[in-house]
């Protein structure tokens, strides 16, 4: 079973040829020199070396009613697929709760628009928001009306009462604003009702917390969440459905081993893995998505609470030590941030952090699009340019496999196409005429 749903950008494409710069298609092969991209459609039906003079006039506006396509020089610049950040949360800003709870929905909701549109600037033309957003950034997305990536939705993440997700101080107050449906479940009947919601509520993916956390107040890493059972029953309801991917957020070692043991397709930070749920994730093909630019970097002292910073060094240590452990054991990893927990817009800092970690730099790439797609399974359609594939992809100006950490600034990604429509020029390089935007 297969996610139907795969936003299309409802804006222009062209017909486009992208001429002449490296090829890094997102397998993990080496570059192809001097490539070419014909993209129709909005999607690729041409990738390759760049042909023979003939064989690509031959090419050239050969159906009837068709127009030649233009040509884009790009001599001495990069091609790589669009990246996709498999963990992030459009609609928070957990470093200063007392702010995020005093604001109005509508700065929300605007913060919200304004996060996706730097996410999609940063070159990821395709995210997994794994709770706190609901299906109307999605689908504003979808039909045109505002910039940003693809969306899979968790909507909310599951936990127990007391659980990572339960946003209840101690004397009853929110620590944060109310997700969009309920996210407690403590009975096999509150499992049940609540995906059923989820799905109605139009979930893509179901995230559940099967540990504490670091931003919680009365729990840690440590602490079990959901239990292996329930994350069992989870994922069989949705096997009844659209076959849902079940992403758990899990970072001490035994809440990581139920999330594998209960079938999940993803481990969300995993910080404490030990080394039999590194072997676990290997027998059971479990993806870990390590979001390394959360796990690293520790906040200022003064703008957050005590608990949480004295949480992050612990757990931050932690994480630097296992998840290299796990990532050098050939575990499948695809890469995403956590953003909303760190700074949004500045996602591809994660292809850095990896390469700190262990990873070459071709593996990072491969992690931030390829094996995202299979986790989003979306292969079919984004992680690779291939033919067939949507036209998502970014250009840059310098060789990412000699220097990773050039991508980590955003201005770096100099042009963005999504589905074949150009939504980022900032060099000018297509004819800046081009760019359409839906923001005008
Ligand atoms: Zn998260």
């Not at 042009?415 to 081009?434: I, M, T």
């Amino acid at each position: 079973m297969s996610i139907a749903y795969l936003p299309a950008t409802n804006r222009e494409s062209e017909h486009i040829i992208l001429r002449g710069a490296t090829l890094i298609d997102g397998n993990g092969g080496d570059p192809i020199t001097d490539s070419e991209i014909e993209v129709r459609d909005g999607r690729i039906v041409y990738v390759g070396s760049r042909p023979d003079e003939g064989t690509t006039s031959a090419r050239e506006g050969n159906d009837a009613g068709d127009t030649s396509p233009r040509v884009i020089q790009l001599q001495g610049k990069t091609i790589m697929p669009g990246f996709i950040d498999s963990h992030v949360h459009f609609g928070l800003t957990v470093e200063n709760p007392a702010a995020n709870l005093a604001r109005f929905a509508s700065e929300r909701i605007v913060r919200s628009v304004v996060n996706a549109r730097n996410t999609l600037m940063a070159g990821v033309t395709t995210a997994r928001d794994l709770g706190g957003t609901d299906r109307g950034i999605r689908d504003s997305i979808e039909q045109g009306l505002i910039l940003g990536p693809r969306i899979h939705l968790a909507i909310s993440p599951l936990s127990p009462t007391g659980g990572h997700t339960d946003f209840t101080m101690p004397n009853g107050m929110p620590t944060m604003p109310p997700m969009p449906v309920d996210p407690i479940i403590d009975t096999d009947d509150d499992v049940r009702r609540t995906i059923r919601t989820l799905v109605r509520s139009g979930a893509d993916v179901i995230k559940v917390c099967t540990t504490g956390g670091v931003s919680s107040p009365t729990d840690t890493p440590d602490d079990i969440g959901v239990p292996e059972e329930h994350v069992r029953l989870i994922v069989e309801e949705t096997a009844k459905r659209a076959g849902q991917p079940v992403a758990a957020h899990a970072q001490g070692p035994e809440g990581i081993k139920a999330a594998i043991r209960g079938g999940v397709r993803s481990v969300e930070h995993g910080y404490g893995i030990d080394d039999e749920g590194i072997e676990l994730m290997l027998e059971h093909g479990t993806f870990r998505v390590p979001t390394l630019s959360s796990a690293l970097r520790i906040p200022d002292p003064k703008n957050v609470p005590g608990y949480l910073y004295e949480k992050k060094v612990k757990w931050s240590a932690i994480a630097r030590e296992r998840v290299a452990v796990a990532m050098a054991a050939g575990v499948k990893v695809a890469l995403g941030t956590d953003a909303g927990v760190c700074p949004h817009g500045l996602n591809l800092r994660e292809e850095m952090h990896a390469v700190e970690l262990s990873l070459t730099p071709m593996q990072a790439i491969v992690a931030g699009t390829k094996n995202a797609a299979e986790l989003l399974r979306l292969s079919a359609d984004v992680g690779t340019l291939e033919e067939g594939k949507l036209a998502d992809l970014v250009v840059v100006d310098f060789d990412p496999l000699a220097d990773i950490t050039a991508l980590a600034e955003p201005d770096n990604v100099k042009a963005v196409v999504q589905g074949g429509s150009l939504v980022k020029d900032s060099a000018g390089w297509f004819g800046s005429a081009a760019v359409t935007s839906a923001l005008g």
